[in-house]
């Protein structure tokens, strides 16, 4: 039988085998003692380093002890310091061990900027050739990025600024693993924030069960060292070389176009040489692969969320370098080979991957660059677009990026054709066309998706007709068109009886024969159905027809409704918030119209969490005699107002108390509130 030396001797340099399972009944400390014996084997062995067992519990009751918090500074930075001491020579191997990182990423908020420094030089060795490594590591990269907001925190520690610098460069040296690394882009996208100057919100675990939230971070500004903006620039200019670097071919994804030829040839390329060099494109692969990395990053989805990263933090800081990032990006993207005949812009929109790009770069771009990429190469397919289940999204930002020039203002930069109305600017003068130029572009947009509501609606890409409307309501355009064209769309329009029906209709997204059970126009049609299916696109939809300057036919439906519909609509998540639109957007003799038809519900509204809301907001927009109104059917059911839940609050801001024994003195209250109202809402309008 072989001892336990050589045991280790013949097994050294070949394959591990799995140990049987002991049967000794050790417990815990036979555990440590294993993953000990196997740390210190993998360090003979030349096999990756572990923290030892040891030092595992140790960091695990220093993670303990920073939860339970301390009782003044000086012990905290005692403790801080003293947990750094046992960190000293072996920073690699606790941030790569996953409690000793997430105990670091709690104790480094704590620590100061020379601590956060001396750390970072640690991790980065004396050249910050180790940082490539603990960056991409799974649990290292938290660490590394930790260390990067902490920038933010104070001044003057030169030491962390040169380490952060350090980290840029072997990033920009490094560009090409790191972007595509699915550990390591985050700490290039927690580096672009703090070179710029800006940080979002810390990442937090959500609860089981919460909402995701969909709205874009908020960014927090901060002060930062001149350096940063210098090699911010550089960092963005070496990831830009891998966007728009130009390669002899290009890979185009099976998935993108498929039954086609991955290769195809760049515009300067003979395409005799091509076709005779395409029957053997076997042979090229390997050399094709080193130079065609550009069109991957595009594609990629790690890559891609860099570029994203990149072009938002440019435009929040530095924002005439971003024109020239969204230019570079914007002209590799569309001077690409796909297929004859077909804009390769149309390829990437269609992918998952770069069409999260290009909505980037849509909601950032100036008028110029939207005028061109619509008029060029989007033009004529923006239906084909809207219908696919990718190309929707970008589609949709596009939408919303051609209103959002609306102010009479300077634009950005002049076209080519327009050099000779410079000299208008001199003079203080806008040029007209400039102007106008977003607005035509919507409108021509508006002219083509409108001849596919139908089909988008049918595809369920719900969004892009929400965006359409909203865009119509910002820009005040084409609205009358817009409504006709949702009231043929759900098939409302004729016989006019039907326009009673249109709010029920658009808050379900349902054609009025499936909506009321009815085959065909002819015969009778139950339109007693309850009030019950109201979706989110819906109410979204409603919210923005709500603020278009003609409405009536959405008021003359809403007063249509049954009282219990009301406050159906008023107590359903989605539905409160039309009704809270409809009602707060009216005039006091349309609210006036409404509030008569909800006679009745104020109770149940007050007792509901949602329906609370909205007769808070009805409140807040009505006149002083349509609150006596609904104080005067609150007032008798005050003791169930008073111990329900959402109702007390209600009475409480209603001042229903000083009602029911000052009334006097409560209706001047009321007046002034009113008439302070009018006046601010007189100033802002």
Known sequence: MLSKEEGKKLQKGGVKKRKP??????GGGGKRRRRAEEGQKNVGDGGPQ?????????????????????????????????????????????????TGSITLQRLLPLSSPDQVGRVLAELGGESGSDLKAVSCDRCGGHVVEKEEEEEEEEEGSGLLEAQVLLLSRVVRENAAEFIRHVHGSHVVRTLLHVLG????????LAPPGAKECRAPPQLTDFEIPASFWYELKSLTETLMEHINRESSFIVIRPRLIPDRCSFYPLRSFDENIFSLCLPHAALFSSFAAARLQTARNVTDAVASAVFQTMLTVSDRKRPKLCRQLLRRSVEYLTSRSAAPGVSPILVFLKDQAS??????????????LLRDLYKNHLKGHVVDLALHPI????????????????????????ARGARGARGLWLTGVPSTASLLFPLLQFLTLFDELVQGVEAILAAGHMGVIVQLAESCAESGQKQDEMMQCLLRAFHCAEPGSRHDTCLPLFMSLLTYEVYYHCETAEGSTNTEIPLTAICYHGSRLVQALAKFKERSLLLSSLR??????????????????VLQALVTTSSDKGRGKILKRLEGQYVQMACSRLGSRVLEAVWSSASVSQRQNIAQELVPSESQLRSDQFARHVWAKFALSHFVHRRAHWQEIQTGESKKRKLFNDIIE
């Open 21 to 26: 399972p002991s049967n000794e009944g050790e």
């Open 355 to 368: 069409s999260r790009l290009i909505e980037t770069i849509l909601q950032l771009s100036p008028k110029a």
């Open 560 to 577: 249509a409704l049954t009282p219990p519909d009301l406050l159906t609509l008023a107590s359903d998540a989605a539905g409160s918030h």
């Open 391 to 414: 190309a929707n999204f970008p589609i949709q930002r596009l939408t919303a990026a051609l209103t959002k020039y609306k102010s009479v203002s300077r634009p950005r930069g002049l």
């Open 197 to 204: 100057g800006c940080v979002g919100p810390p990442r937090t």
């Open 50 to 98: 572990r923290l030892d067992a040891l030092s595992v519990g140790y960091f695990r009751r220093v993670g303990d002890r920073l939860s339970e918090g301390f009782d003044d500074g000086e012990e905290r930075e005692m403790f801080v310091e003293n947990v750094l001491m046992e960190v000293k020579g072996k920073a690699s191997l606790v941030a790569t061990d996953r």
